[in-house]
């Protein structure tokens, strides 16, 4: 295949009809038969009049995660304009993400926009927030639990592998071993704030420079798992109360610092980002210590989370 259709993009709907191909691309783009492992499809409710007019359709079809599952389709070869022209085509339902083809070749695939609605098995890594530390309950990691098992006991699992302190090198290098016997398909990052600390032994060390590393090798991971990597942003933090933490000191600096790190990271490789800050933002009386929510401020974690698994028109 010529260097200028860089591009591989798996289709399993309206984007294998001929007809689209044309209205979007003016011609039949190359393709090929593909499968893809570990998804099944269910339809989606479509509202855009121009995306209706191309496909002569007013649903769709959309990925969720399903082990065993196989969804057969077709792989497109596009050039940049093609591949532009297929994200402007398809509704804000959908966002674009790297896969695993049952062939072993990555492509790009669209997915669903919420990353944990499609979700079956969860893997959650991070720190003592994420740990649900200062809450009895287990906080949002636990809530979060109780109610993806609930939706569906027979296919869904939430393995929470969080370790309190964790940084997000210490995150990736502790992952990989740990994944294999959970076959998971999401993974939800939650660590970062450790790396914002300033360590009062070597005030000029700096976490954050490194960080992209960190988040690399995470995204490597969950790809070699055919899994979603979500990164979740840091939680407001009560700097006035934080102090001299365990010879660390957080500020609210530094944890914007890390949330805007995350989220450009997130935007430049196409890997998702849960913004955490503004359930908590301004609100004392939810943080224990500055730092570790309290019971009511990991429920507003979780609500927060998951107003967002709920879209209207899906199906």
Known sequence: MSDSRPHLLFSFGTLMDPKVQKA????VVPSRPASLAGYATRPLKITDPDVIAASGLDVHLILERKLGGVVEGAVLHLTDRELAAADAYEVDDYT????????GESAWAYLDANPLRPAARIVIVGDSIAY?????QGGWAARLAAAHIAENETAHRVFNLTIPGSTLAGVSEQTPALLAPRLPDTILLAAGINDSAVPLSTPDADGLVNLTDGLAALAATAHAHNA???VLGPVWLDEERTGDYEGLRFTENR??????SLRTWCED??????DMWEPLRKKPDLL???IHPTPAGHQALYQHLAAGRRTEGSA
């Open 269 to 274: 490789n196409h890997i998702d980002f849960v």
């Open 255 to 260: 944890a914007l610092a890390l949330r805007e």
């Open 24 to 27: 979007l691309f003016g011609q």
């Open 132 to 136: 649900g530390r200062c809450d009895p």
């Open 96 to 103: 674009r993400r790297r896969v695993v083809l049952s062939s």
């Open 228 to 230: 979603r990597l979500v």
């Open 288 to 290: 224990t210590d500055g």
